[in-house]
C-alpha cells in the first residue's frame, strides 16, 4: 500500500519563494567590495534572482551547465546561489585562496562555462583565463559604473546581464534529484575531487540544519556567517535563514575583527558562524579595545577542532554559546553539533564543558559509527578510538566524474558507508569526539596520540596563541609528538614552561617531546592548519637525545 500523500520536489527555488511570501521584508544586509553597505529584502532577492535565471536562460545555460562563482560572501552571490539552482543548472563555488593553477585546474575539470567573481578576484581571473579555454562567459559582479576593463579578455557586468533578464521568469519544477551545487575538496593529498549536491539532498540539509539542536537558527536571528559561501555553501546558511526568515548579514571581503566587530553591532548580529583561525582575530580585537557584544548571543564553530579555550572565552568573557559543529565537504557539510540534553542540566559546570567541547551528536538524517581497519564495529564507549564513517542522504555517493573509483565502503549487510578519513570516539550517549585525522594521528609504541588534544591543552597556555603537534620519526617508538608553536604578541614562555605545563593533564607518554617556536603555522585555503606542509618544514628536524 503507498501513502497518498502529494510528491512535490524538494527544490531550493521553494525556499526562496517561501521566504518571498513570508518573510518578504526581512533583510539582507552586504557590506560590498565598492565599499558600502547594501541592503533589500527576500523579495527583492527573490526578483533579480528570477532576472539572473531569465538572463542565464537567453545566453543559452541549460539544466546542469556548472557555472562558477570567485566570491565574497554577499547578495550578489545569494543571487546567484539561487538564479543559478532554482534554474536547474550548477553553481559551483570555487575557494579563492587556493593557487591560480588549482582554480583553473578545478574549474577544466567541472566543465565551468561562466565564471562570475568580484573585482577583488580581478588578479586571479588575469592568470586563469588563458588556461581556461571552456569558460565563454567572465561576469564582474560590480556596480556598471566600476565595471574594469582588461586588455585582451572581454568582461560582462553582472547587473548589465541582470537588466537583460526578465524577473517574471518562472521556477521550473524540476526532479529533485537534480544538481545544483558543486564544491572541490581541498586536495590537502592529491586532486581536489568535486561533491555534487542535490536539490533534495540541499533541502533536506537546511531543514536538519534548522532544528533548535542543530545550527537553530529563527525568524527572530540577525545571522552572520563569516565562513565564507565558497567554503561548503558557508555551512547552508543561505538555505537556512531564508527557510526560517532570519536576517541575513554579509561582511564581504572585510574579515579583520574591528570590521566584523562593527557588523555585528550595527546589524544587530544574534548568530554567527566560522572557523576558529577567524574568530582569534575577533576576540584579541575585542580585548584590546575592552569590548562587549550587545546582540551576538552564540555562534557555530566548526571546520577544525573547537579548543576548549575559546569555547570559555567566548562563554565567560564574552557570554557568547558556542556550538561546536564538525563536517566536511563531503556531508554538504553538517554531521555533528554539540548540545546540552536535559539530562545535562543537572551536571556541574565542568562536566557540561567537557560534553560542548566534543564535536557531537548526529543530526537526524545522517548515521554514523567506528570501526577498526578490518571494519569491526567498535564499542561507544568514550574512549575507543576507530576509523568515522558515515551515511545519509545529504552524504556523497560518488565524486563528480567518478574521480577516484568507488569511495564507499561496505557492511556485511552490504550498506555503504563513506568514509570520512578521521579518527574519533563516540561515548554511550552518541556523542562523538574527533582525535584526530587518520594521516595526523600519532603512533608511539603501538598507541595513538591524539594531536588535537594536545594542540587544545597548548592553547589553554596564556601565552600561546596557535598550536600544532606532528609527529617526528623516532627509532624506538616509531613517533613522538612535536609542539610547535606560535607565542601570544608580546608573550614570553619557555620549552620547559610548556612541558610542564603538560603534566597531569595528560598521560606522561602523551608529552610533546620538545617544542619548537615559530613566528606562523601554515594554514590552508579553509583556515585549517596545513600539518603537510609543517612535516615538510620539520622534515630534517630531530628530536632531542
Ligand atoms: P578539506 O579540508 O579536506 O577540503 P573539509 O573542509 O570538508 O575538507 O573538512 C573536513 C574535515 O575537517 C573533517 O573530516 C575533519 O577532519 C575536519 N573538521 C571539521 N570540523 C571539525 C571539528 N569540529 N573538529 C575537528 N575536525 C574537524
Request: glycine letters at 10%; aromatic letters at 8%.
Amino acid at each position: 500500500m503507498q501513502g497518498l500523500m502529494m510528491d512535490m520536489p524538494l527544490l531550493v527555488s521553494s525556499i526562496l519563494e517561501h521566504a518571498t511570501r513570508h518573510h518578504g521584508d526581512a533583510e539582507i544586509v552586504s557590506r560590498r567590495v565598492e565599499g558600502d553597505i547594501h541592503r533589500y529584502t527576500y523579495a527583492d532577492l527573490n526578483v533579480r534572482a528570477r532576472a539572473l535565471a531569465s538572463a542565464f536562460t537567453l545566453q543559452g545555460v541549460a539544466v546542469g551547465d556548472r557555472i562558477a562563482t570567485l566570491a565574497w560572501n554577499g547578495y550578489r552571490h545569494l543571487e546567484i546561489y539561487y538564479g543559478v539552482g532554482g534554474m536547474g543548472a550548477v553553481v559551483h563555488t570555487i575557494n579563492p585562496r587556493l593557487h591560480p593553477e588549482q582554480i583553473a585546474w578545478i574549474i577544466n575539470h567541472a566543465g565551468d562555462t561562466h565564471l562570475a567573481f568580484d573585482l577583488t578576484f580581478l588578479p586571479i581571473i588575469q592568470a586563469i583565463a588563458p588556461l581556461c579555454p571552456g569558460v565563454k562567459s567572465w561576469i564582474a559582479m560590480v556596480d556598471g559604473d566600476r565595471q574594469p576593463s582588461v586588455a585582451g579578455l572581454e568582461l560582462v557586468n553582472y547587473e548589465e546581464l541582470i537588466a537583460s533578464g526578465d524577473s517574471g521568469y518562472r521556477w521550473p519544477e524540476l526532479d529533485e534529484r537534480t544538481a545544483v551545487g558543486l564544491c572541490y575538496t581541498s586536495g590537502t593529498t592529491g586532486n581536489p575531487k568535486g561533491a555534487m549536491y542535490a536539490h533534495r539532498s540541499t533541502v533536506l540539509h537546511a531543514y536538519a540544519a534548522a532544528l533548535p539542536d542543530a545550527m537553530g537558527a529563527s525568524a527572530r536571528d540577525s545571522v552572520l556567517p563569516v565562513v565564507p559561501m565558497f567554503h561548503v555553501n558557508a555551512w547552508s546558511i543561505p538555505y537556512v535563514c531564508p527557510l526560517v526568515g532570519a536576517k541575513m548579514v554579509f561582511p564581504g571581503p572585510n574579515l579583520d575583527g574591528k570590521s566584523l566587530y562593527e557588523l555585528f553591532e550595527a546589524e544587530g548580529v544574534t548568530y554567527a558562524a566560522g572557523v576558529p583561525t577567524v574568530w582569534q582575530g575577533l576576540l584579541q580585537h575585542l580585548r584590546s579595545n575592552k569590548l562587549r557584544f550587545s546582540t551576538l548571543t552564540r555562534t557555530v564553530i566548526g571546520g577544525s577542532a573547537c579548543p576548549p579555550a575559546m569555547i570559555d572565552a567566548f562563554r565567560i568573557e564574552f557570554g557568547v554559546d558556542v556550538i561546536h559543529a564538525w563536517g566536511m565537504t563531503e556531508m554538504s557539510p553538517l554531521g555533528t553539533l554539540s548540545r546540552l540534553q536535559l539530562k545535562h542540566l543537572k551536571l556541574d559546570e565542568n562536566a557540561q564543558r567537557q560534553i560542548l567541547a566534543k564535536q557531537g551528536h548526529v543530526v537526524f538524517g545522517v548515521d554514523m559509527k567506528i570501526v577498526s581497519d578490518d571494519m569491526a564495529d567498535l564499542p561507544w564507549d568514550g574512549s575507543t578510538p576507530g576509523n568515522l564513517l558515515v551515511r545519509g542522504p545529504w552524504v556523497i555517493r560518488e565524486y563528480f566524474r567518478g574521480e577516484g573509483g568507488d569511495p564507499l565502503v561496505y557492511d556485511a549487510d552490504g550498506r555503504g558507508w563513506f568514509p570520512t578519513g578521521d579518527v574519533a570516539t563516540i561515548d554511550a550517549d552518541g556523542y562523538m569526539q574527533i582525535t584526530d585525522r587518520s594521516k595526523d594521528v600519532i603512533k608511539s609504541g603501538g598507541e595513538w596520540i591524539s594531536t588535537i588534544d594536545l594542540e587544545n591543552l597548548a592553547v589553554a597556555h596564556p601565552a600561546v596563541a596557535q598550536a600544532a603537534v606532528i609527529g617526528i620519526a623516532h627509532p624506538k617508538w616509531d613517533e613522538r609528538p612535536l609542539l610547535i608553536v606560535v607565542k601570544q604578541p608580546g608573550a614570553e614562555v619557555t620549552r620547559e614552561e610548556l612541558i610542564e605545563f603538560y603534566k597531569g593533564k595528560v598521560a606522561n607518554w602523551w608529552i610533546p617531546d620538545d617544542v619548537q617556536f615559530v613566528e606562523a603555522i601554515p594554514l590552508g585555503a579553509t583556515g585549517k592548519i596545513l600539518k603537510t606542509k609543517l612535516r615538510e618544514q620539520f622534515r630534517d628536524y630531530q628530536l632531542p637525545q
